[in-house]
């Protein structure tokens, strides 16, 4: 009987997660050369951390099914059904859990959804349980016990659907095997006066009601399960916003004034660890009032988001140009002393000036640039920076001037 389903890390593909979390440092795949029992617990469970979790599941079906045959072997002793039912009955199971094994153990349930083979188990469970209560004779009450385990443990990993689809199954596959029995083994007596049909009638009322309580136990926590998994990920999803707003700006897409400040303050630290140069950009376009006055403060934001993406096209990608306020940008360019950086923004200047009047409206900067002095603080550097850019503008806008 099957009685043991994945739980929420068996390795099922998790429909609520956009990316996998990193799987957990593995204790069977440490360096160490395992040791004989060990080797063969590997053998037997396999090195991928699922697959074992998969068939580490699976396992705790086995003693279900021996507990299952152990009560029939005694049914078999005393002569309550033939040798061969019970040895057809074992075949049955064998079967079952060698290819419910072979599937896990391989990899190839992978491909399902349920990578476990849980609702898998729990039919061919099912079916054993008929079968059973079907040969057992009069001890067949025993053999619907484990039918109620494989629900309790389905509610750990199935789907509400899967799980009601199931409880029908077992229902509907119980009163056929009841039915069945009566007309083969009972000649159809369907008499209460019958011992026999009494029993079957009180299981029968007895598993509709419990049976169905169990799944609807079973689906509520499986619908728990769900809602919990979508409430995870809505916050994953939820924090991930957060970081892209504390670090971009909403406008332009590009780094914000808090991060470009952080990111200052690394470069600063690893200048002066390993003495690599680093020079930074103020830029500010020129009569941004009039564009805005001109095209409306919509037609200002296109220009910003505009600048932006022609920047950006044009740096190299470990520059980082962010925007520092306004129609004002600072751009950082790590590893680059004055001269390249002067260079890199001039080339960003005809780049601008050269974009098509399908871009929108002509806009144009100005620039200082100015490499990083060791011993400055940011400040002194964004000042001299900001000093140099001025300069710009008093020498007529749309040029670079490095100080
Ligand atoms: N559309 C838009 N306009 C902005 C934004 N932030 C600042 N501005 C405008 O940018 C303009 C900046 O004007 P000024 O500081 O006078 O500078 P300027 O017109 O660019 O002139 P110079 O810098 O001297 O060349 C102001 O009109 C601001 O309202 C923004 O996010 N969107």
Redesign the pocket.
Known sequence: MSTYSAVMSDGTPDPGRDHPAPEPPDAMEAPSPPGGVARLLQLFLGGDRRIRIRVGQWLVTVPVYLGGAAVLAMGATYEAFSAGLFGAWCGYVAVVLAGVYAALRSGWSARFEDASLTAAQIVFGIVAVDWAYAIVGPARSVALYPLLMAFIYGAFSLHWRTIAALTGFALASLLATIIGLNIVGNGAVWSFEDPGFRLDLINAAMVAILLPMLSLGSMRLSSLRLKLRAERSALAGALLEVQRLATHDE?TGLANRRDMQHRLDVELARCERFGHPFSIAVI???????I?DAHG?????EV?RTFAGAASRTLRATDVLGRWG??EFLLLMPGTGAAAARCSVERVLSKVLALPESEGPAVSF?AGVVEYRPGETIDQVVARADEAMYQA?RAG?GQVIQS
């Open positions: 406008l500010d376009l020129d009569h941004f009032k009039r805005n403060h919509a037609g200002g934001d910003l306004g129609e100005s503008k806008r």
